[in-house]
């Protein structure tokens, strides 16, 4: 934890491997499975699974709440009052694991049999998968006060190494199960298992993070619950407006244009959402970094790490977005076919949505940690009721595309015009400095970038996966060389290669102090023409 660069290089290097292996996994199990299940029992599985995913919202946001005290606590050296924290949320964990419980016996005998398409042996195995399910979703909330040690911390690369082991034992498990002849129940049983076992690899990389950690009844606080409570509520919020912008686009499209339309615009979602996760790893690892800066006052740091994790994030973003927007049409029609030709518009509006929820990762995540999730969660709350309205509107009038410019605007307002100047003026950076700073480098390399991915695409027209992902990457080397070469400043250039080389090192354990490798104090005054703020 004295070490937040290298933590944050090792933590975001594992994430990207399990998207990989998700990916992976994903391509090859999934007609697999279909073909030895069928479809009506994949989707009595699919089912299960989505009524069991919306009892994560008991979680009531206490997940990044729990994180956030835990950090605060260790920042302050005491571990006495982690483990009251800790022991606090093992018993208010465990009863949301019985509600959770409860919430799916209901479901299972209430309303799986109502469900009309449904033969009597369909809806008994529907009860049981989603038993299964409701079993593991009822160990996973207590067992969450483990997660809570590692990330603060930032034992990101352990806990992401045990993520890519189970990801890789129940795919196994799927291809064994199916390729021995046997059904859900036993494919379900079997995932289930290595998920409730892998919870002990979990506790234990805990258990070896804080030695000190001592669980018991005894030490439970109702005030640590208040405290936890007036944050955690606020970030329950966001997780009610996500479900709210993002959840029902579909639902507002098959009622005004049909469900021929939900498919349509589902490829250009499914692309645009896989931008954001190519993109966002490195932002969900922040939040306990900058928590412990704001805990130990650390402005320099927070200023820096704010800077230089927009830069990066906006970077990598604006690269991914430029091979997507160049080769989307492209890629569409080698996918989906030619069917799928009105998917690429919508495609080309939610990919620059998700260059602004990308890029304000880090703006959101400083708020959160300096104690403004007020602000996030109704700016959030905002978002989705304004996506949600103006979706119905925008739907009406220019269909699928409709809907990904409600997402757009809303994304915009929210992030650019709310969080932003809230993140400025809360570290004192100016906010025309902001924006040269972080903007100017990859603003700088979508000139020479563009340019490629012109003379590719009407050079030799790529019309396979193949050729698609080859012209992709070497539109991605260009983006890459002009953001370092043309947009990175010299002294930026050096400072980086420096942090790198200090992070590659065989010692890591070298650089220790109250900032990460890549923290240098910024200069809030640079002016918005310069050729660097840092």
């Not at 795919?171 to 919870?199: D, E, K, M, N």
């Not at 704010?306 to 690269?319: F, K, M, N, P």
């Not at 602004?356 to 990762?361: K, N, P, Q, T």
């Amino acid at each position: 934890m004295q070490r937040p660069a290298w933590n944050l290089l090792t933590g975001t290097a594992t994430k990207y491997v399990l998207l990989f292996v998700n990916i992976v996994l994903g391509i090859v199990l999934m007609p697999f499975t279909m073909y030895h299940l069928g479809k009506a029992e994949y989707g009595l599985w699919m089912l299960a699974a989505s009524m069991t995913a919306y009892l994560q919202l008991l979680d009531l946001g206490y997940g990044n709440g729990l994180v956030r005290q835990v950090t605060q606590a260790d920042a302050r050296g005491d571990e006495e009052e982690m483990n009251v924290i800790l022991s606090t949320f093992m018993v208010v964990y465990s009863g949301i694991g019985l509600v959770a419980l409860a919430a799916v016996a209901v479901l299972a005998v209430l309303a799986v049999p109502r469900f009309g398409n449904l033969t009597p042996a369909e809806v008994h195995t529907a009860q049981w998968v989603l038993a299964i399910l409701g079993v593991r979703l009822a160990i996973a909330f207590p067992m969450g006060i483990f997660g809570a040690v590692t990330t603060a911390r930032q034992r990101f690369a352990a806990t992401g190494s045990i993520a890519i082991a189970v990801a890789l034992a129940q795919g196994a498990a799927t291809w064994l199960v199916l390729r021995a002849g046997y059904g859900l129940l036993p494919l379900v049983t079997s995932t289930a298992a290595i998920g409730v076992v892998s919870y002990a690899a979990y506790a234990a990389v805990a258990r070896v993070t804080f030695p000190g950690m001592r669980l018991s009844f005894s030490r439970f606080s109702m005030r640590q619950v208040r405290e936890v409570t007036a944050f955690s509520l606020y970030l329950f919020i966001i997780s009610i407006a996500i479900q709210l912008g993002y959840n029902l686009d579909n639902i507002v499209i098959a009622a005004v244009a049909g469900t021929s339309a939900v498919a349509v615009y589902a490829v250009a979602f499914r692309l645009a959402d896989f931008q954001r996760q190519l993109c966002n790893q490195f932002n969900g690892l922040l939040f306990p970094v900058l928590v412990r800066f704001n805990a130990a006052r650390e402005v320099s740091a927070l200023r820096a790490t704010l800077i230089d994790g927009t830069r990066l994030a906006l970077g990598l973003v604006t690269g991914v977005t430029v091979c997507l927007v160049a080769f989307g049409s492209d890629l569409i029609s080698a996918w989906m076919g030619p069917g799928f030709t009105e998917s690429v518009l919508p495609l080309f509006v939610l990919a620059g949505a998700g260059v602004i929820l990308v890029a304000a990762g880090p703006l959101g995540n400083l708020l959160l940690a300096g104690g403004r999730h007020r602000l996030v969660a109704f700016s959030c709350l905002g978002e989705g009721i304004a996506n949600l309205l103006l979706s119905i509107w925008l739907v009406r009038k220019y269909g699928i595309v409709g809907a990904a410019l409600g997402t757009a605007i809303a994304v915009t307002i929210s992030n650019v015009l709310i969080q932003m100047p809230a993140a400025c003026r809360m570290l004192k950076v100016p906010i025309p400095s902001f924006l040269w700073q972080t903007a100017s480098p990859a603003m700088i390399a979508l000139a020479p970038t563009a340019a490629a991915a012109w003379l590719l695409h009407a050079g030799f027209g790529p019309d396979s996966f193949a050729w698609i992902v080859l012209a992709g990457a070497v539109v991605g080397l260009v983006y890459m060389s002009a953001f370092v070469f043309l947009g990175l400043s010299a002294p930026e250039r050096t400072r980086y290669a420096s942090a790198a080389r200090a992070m590659l090192a065989s010692s890591p354990t070298r650089y220790r102090g109250t900032g990460a490798a890549f923290v240098q104090p910024i200069e809030t005054g640079a002016a918005p023409g310069s050729p660097s703020g840092v």
